[in-house]
Nanobody
Framework: VQLQASGGGLVQAGNSLRLSCAAS????????MGWFRQAPGKEREFVAS????????DYAEFVKGRFTISRDNAQNMMYLEMNNLKPEDTAVYYC????????????????????????WGKGTQVTVSS
């Protein structure tokens, strides 16, 4: 799976941003996807994940109620709607994928840098000013 994240930018605290991730694959096999982020000087962390069918969603505690993950398999796209952004959300955001079932870190306890994901795209920078 090849992945390309986009949609990052500079926003003021309290505003919203929508990230997109375009996926391309040579097979018809189902794959789970997720968003991760890495702030300067910090380790990469899990943000959210979504199953192939879109019904299985999981979020890191610090984004619950503010971020929404979704996907459109017909368009091979995944999205992250980020609302009420805070300066501490500033980071490079990465999309990732894994064929088959994915147990998010909140369930599996997996850690970085891969968190059990097999494919990674280049990140997109999100900067939130106060």
């Amino acid at each position: 799976v090849q992945l390309q994240a986009s949609g990052g930018g500079l926003v003021q605290a309290g505003n919203s941003l929508r990230l997109s991730c375009a996926a391309s694959t040579r097979t018809d096999n189902a794959f789970a996807m997720g968003w991760f982020r890495q702030a300067p000087g910090k380790e990469r962390e899990f943000v959210a994940s979504i199953s192939w069918g879109g019904h299985g969603k999981d979020y890191a505690e610090f984004v619950k109620g503010r971020f929404t993950i979704s996907r459109d398999n017909a368009q091979n796209m995944m999205y992250l709607e980020m609302n009420n952004l805070k300066p501490e959300d500033t980071a490079v955001y990465y999309c990732a994928a894994k064929y088959g079932y994915y147990a998010p870190p909140t369930v599996s306890g997996s850690t970085g840098p891969s968190f059990g994901m097999d494919y990674w795209g280049k990140g997109t920078q999100v900067t939130v000013s106060s």
